[in-house]
């Protein structure tokens, strides 16, 4: 599937371990802290998020995040789907942009002009933003010493304001359940 | 992709009964002495009496009317439920497996609303009841909804996804299902918009109704008797096909020997032939069809109503592909150290200076964003 006038994000290859020390570098850089809005970092750097009824696209022929120049990105987020759910899925987008485009223009390596990440992209292209996301929402550190206080992985994922789900996978990934 | 039970095509049919004078009875003047209290509040047995005899009255005409043609399954399907009840005003609801279906419920529902309407007269004679019917498409024009129990809600952050699957455990056990569901979409604003326009006299209909009346001829299946079916013109309803005129057909409830009907008779007012009905409504699905397309029945006897849009089927697959589409926060992909041999990992000696350049780059985007904002 291509859509005209953009190329289809590729996967970096990056190791998982390189992607999540990545996320949370840029966590830092841009001095977004675990719970902060997510909306407001991505304009920050020149992106844009819309909300849209995306129930009638076809997962694998729509966008969900177009890549324009560095500084101009535009990342859609579905209308059916929770605030947290939300803040997983700009941050999974914000994995593509800088793994597949930032990543790849910054060291040469056949970086596309313009890229889109499709809604439903290949496994490997989702695993790596979903890593990035992953540690970019979640710093591990941060998870940690939450799980420690809290010792319920429910109450760290509301304390980091992302799902059940999402806050399972990081402790299980950690080696915490 | 298997198509879940809950996105399977669907053609609704929805038929109101409302209360003519209730809220005039209910708003009349308070009580003199203590004497008339028991006048005052008499509105609120008849609208209770009104909830149980609508339910008892279609069953007992489906029963009769069922039981007349017992070999004729296709005719009838499932009984219509009670979908709602709101203020002075019971809606049924029934899936259409068959376009014969329509003409028979039609019927039943006349005789069980000629039912509620004497319940209410004998009551209070000022009361009487309207009535109005509409189809739906399910599952892309229209949409069922649902609400989980209280305690499922926390963890929803799909709400299409939880929405399905609780749907899907009603299809797959309806007899025992205690889920409350909701119809949401523009056929049903249409539905409500008609039946403001109802009359006791004037039992209102979406177009999609005459439409199949008047294309399958329902007289032929021997069940039932005819309609006379009227048209008033049509006219814009407030938010519905983006403004166009929308046109009002009914069905008229006059007796032969009503002032209506000689009234109709003496200002030529007259029904509306089959064929000028056909080819009315099928002027309007050209003309509109960026707002709305035939009706259609997706079964395996229907031969008549099956047609479906061009576009139908593809936007139909693309729900089913959204339904089952993964959760990204729960696809984490291999663990740590099986990663198919295909990582290409940056060496630790450069990896500080490549992730510099990124958070250098980074730094720089968020820096001219802001100088953009503030000059």
């Known amino acids: 599937m291509r859509i005209a006038g953009y190329e289809e994000a590729t996967p970096c290859f990056l190791p998982k371990r390189q992607v999540y020390s990545l996320a949370e570098s840029v966590a830092n850089q841009l001095e977004h802290k675990p719970g902060d809005d997510i909306h407001a970092l991505v304009e920050r750097i020149g992106g844009t998020v819309t909300v849209q009824d995306t129930l009638m696209e076809d997962p694998e022929r729509s966008g969900s995040l177009y890549v324009d120049a560095h500084d101009d990105f ?20 914000l994995g593509h942009y800088v793994l597949h485009y930032v990543w790849k223009h910054s060291h040469g390596e056949n970086p596309p002009e313009r890229m889109y990440a499709l809604r439903k992209g290949s496994e ?16 591990e550190a941060h998870f940690r010493e939450a799980f420690q206080r809290l010792r319920n992985v429910a109450a760290v994922a509301a304390e980091l304001d992302v799902s059940l789900p999402a806050a399972e996978i990081r402790a299980r990934q950690l080696g915490l359940a | 992709m298997e198509c879940p039970e809950f996105l399977r095509p669907r053609l609704r049919l929805f038929l109101s009964a409302d209360i003519v004078g209730s809220t005039a009875l209910k708003q009349t003047r308070g009580p003199v002495d203590v004497g008339d209290l028991r006048k005052h509040y008499a509105w609120f047995s008849v609208i209770q009496g009104f909830y149980v005899v609508a339910r008892q009255s279609l069953s007992q005409c489906w029963a009769e ?23 002075d005003e019971v809606i049924f609801e029934k899936v259409l497996t068959d376009h014969r279906q329509l003409a028979v419920t039609l019927h039943c529902w006349v005789e069980a609303v000629e039912e509620m309407r004497n319940f209410v007269k004998l009551r209070n004679s000022s009361l009487d009841i309207k009535y109005a019917a509409w189809l739906a498409g399910f599952p892309v024009r229209n949409k069922e909804v649902v609400l989980s129990h ?130 009315y409504c099928d002027a309007f699905y050209e003309e509109h069809d960026i707002y709305t397309h035939r009706p259609f029945i997706q079964s395996p006897t229907e031969q008549q109503i099956s047609k479906k849009p061009e576009w139908w089927d593809e936007l139909h697959s693309n729900l089913i592909k959204n339904f089952y589409l993964e959760d990204d926060s729960a696809s984490e992909g291999p663990a ?32 001219e964003d802001s100088d953009d904002k503030s000059s």
């Open chain 1, 124 to 139: 490997r292209v989702e695993w790596e933003a979903n890593w990035f996301a992953s540690g970019f929402l979640m710093p």
């Open chain 2, 65 to 87: 009317r069922r039981g007349k043609w017992p070999d004729n399954d296709d005719c009838f399907g499932d009984e219509p439920e009670l979908w709602k009840t709101i203020g």
């Open chain 2, 150 to 279: 209280k305690e499922e809600l926390e963890n929803q952050d799909d709400y299409n996804k939880s929405s399905g699957l609780l749907l899907n455990e009603h299809y797959a056990n309806t007899e025992s299902s205690q889920l409350s569901i909701d119809y949401v979409g523009p056929s049903i604003d249409i539905g409500f918009r008609v039946a403001s326009y109802a009359t006791p006299r004037k039992f209102v209909l979406s177009v999609g109704i005459p439409y199949i009346l008047a294309l399958t001829s329902p007289t032929q299946s021997g069940l039932i008797g005819d309609f006379r079916i009227f048209y008033d013109g049509s006219r814009p309803l407030k938010g519905v096909l983006g403004g166009v005129n929308y046109p009002l057909f009914w069905i008229d409830l006059s007796k032969e020997d009503s002032i209506d009907y000689h009234e109709d008779r003496l200002t030529g007012h007259r029904e509306a032939a089959r064929d000028d009905i056909r080819r």
């Open chain 1, 74 to 93: 535009r990342i859609i987020v579905p209308a059916h789907t929770s605030g947290v759910r939300d803040r997983f899925t700009i941050a999974h987008e």
């Open chain 2, 336 to 367: 740590e150290g099986a990663d198919l041999g295909i990582d290409q990992p940056v060496d630790e000696d450069k990896w500080q200076e490549r992730v510099s350049v990124i958070l250098g780059l980074l730094s720089k985007f968020q820096e």
